[in-house]
């Protein structure tokens, strides 16, 4: 079975947009990052070896990889790892308890602290982008495939940008409750 | 075929415009909640550090009996000092949620009403807000070792003598935040939220 080159193609661009601006936040502060990144305390602390630029530069390389049709399947594959490497990063923290370190997500300007829902939404995803995987049928694109990939890609940006924002003000919420 | 795609399209704006509404909406929620949320008792910048120990002073309130303020109490209790003036409109209004308050607090907090100035007035005052049984001290050096610069200030000690929180009160929830932040170990519950958001 055959995965319609409309799916796919949306699949793939809207990951696209999704890792290149969370790489644009990153490559903009790569200071800030590198604290973020530090404090999830993956990896023993090697000072010498910046290591922080290889989060941000994945993202660029399977950004631009989900974009052309030969790179598309590797690129899903790659991009699907990064994102259950997030989850696990941040389930692993909040297993040890450590729930006030900043995600390192949405930006210099924003400290969020991790949260479970992050998580589950990285998984989500990872599923997702792991549709893009499955090869495409050799189908040829019509003008209305290009107008429901357009529509599509920017339906689900928003669709993303609220989730996101619900799941901010959950955090809030449950600040304002004084539980954790 | 047309008419089905241009229905496509039709459909596909409203389905992008009604999800735009749905991001407005949820960035107004995101609004209200911080127009909800708690506000602390204001902070001044000058004046005693919340986790500093409170300065010690012997005052005599309205009635002659003598107190140690700011001294260790064995009893474990903490003590709310109160900063008021006869001719402050604000204090008047929030004496009512100062009794409430102290009468809700009272297994472990001992309230003490704190002013400086004539002391007839004083009295008078006292006895024209029904502040009978609540502890009345007129002390100058008592506001000069709290540093008291606004009113009605309100600060807390512990019965180590430790300051726990103190502020510009203007209202039961400013009160209140004061509790709130000893209770969850902070020195103010702006710190609180700053610390969480």
Known sequence: MWLDPVFGALIAISFAVLFASAAAHKWRSLRIFEEAFAAYALLPQIPKLHLVWVVPLSETAVALGLLARPTRASAALAGALLLLGYAGAIALNLHRGRRDIACGCGGPDQRRPIAGWMAWRNLVLALLLGMAIWPSSGRPITGMDSATIAFGVAAATVVYLCFDRLGQLTTRARALQGSP | MTALAISNVVL?????????????????????????APAGALMLNRGLTVGERAPMIDVEDLEGRPLRLGAPRED?????????????????????????????????????????????????????????????????????????????????????????????????????SLFEAQRLGVASLQEYFASRA
Do not use: M
Not at chain 2, 12 to 34: K, P, T
Not at chain 2, 99 to 110: M, N, P
């Open chain 2, 76 to 176: 474990g209790r903490s003590t709310l000092l109160v900063f008021v003036s006869p001719t402050c409109p604000v204090c008047k209004s929030l004496l009512p949620v100062i009794r409430s308050g102290r009468k809700d607090e009272q297994d472990w907090l001992d309230v003490v009403l704190a002013s400086d100035g004539d002391l007839e007035e004083q009295r008078r005052f006292a006895s024209e807000q029904g502040l009978d049984g609540v502890p009345y001290v007129v002390s100058t050096p008592l506001g000069l070792g709290y540093q008291v610069s606004r009113l009605p200030f309100a600060a807390l000690v512990d019965s180590a003598g430790v300051l726990r929180a103190r502020g510009l009160v203007n209202s039961r929830e400013h009160l209140e």
């Open chain 2, 12 to 36: 596909w704006i409203a389905v992008l415009a009604l999800l735009f509404v749905v991001l407005a909406l949820v960035r107004q929620i995101g609004v209200l909640h911080e127009r909800i």
